[in-house]
Nanobody, 122 residues
Framework: QVQLVESGGGLVQAGGSLRLSCAASGRTSTSYAMGWFRQAPGKERKLVAAISWSGSTISYTDSVKGRFTISRSNAKNTVFLQMNSLKPEDTAVYYC???????????????WGQGTQVTVSS
């Protein structure tokens, strides 16, 4: 089993930046793909970005393209989400997820972190 712990969330003003981190432990010898999802109040959990183990395959939801960047350090068993030019509509709980194959759906990921709150004020 893999355990995931997110960090880096907080309260920022519109236009500001945050960098989220997700540290993995457990069966980290497996070549896991990683994804970031977010869930706003009253909304379904949706993909923000995903990255394959090698980093060769990356996906973003349209609303964050050009503002967010997903990356990973396999040596450190950590994935990152750099969020720039934040908007109030980015406010949500952000979740890290992992699975053996990269995907874009919640149902495609077996392992999940506890979530970290991101709040963007106007």
């Amino acid at each position: 089993q893999v355990q995931l712990v997110e960090s880096g969330g907080g309260l920022v003003q519109a236009g500001g930046s945050l960098r989220l981190s997700c540290a993995a432990s457990g069966r980290t010898s497996t070549s896991y793909a990683m994804g970031w999802f977010r869930q706003a109040p009253g909304k379904e959990r949706k993909l923000v970005a995903a990255i394959s183990w090698s980093g060769s395959t990356i996906s973003y939801t349209d609303s964050v393209k050009g503002r967010f960047t997903i990356s990973r350090s396999n040596a450190k068993n950590t994935v990152f989400l750099q969020m720039n030019s934040l908007k109030p509509e980015d406010t949500a709980v952000y979740y890290c997820a992992a699975d053996t194959v990269v995907g874009t759906k919640v149902s495609e990921y077996a392992y999940w972190g506890q979530g970290t709150q991101v709040t963007v004020s106007s």
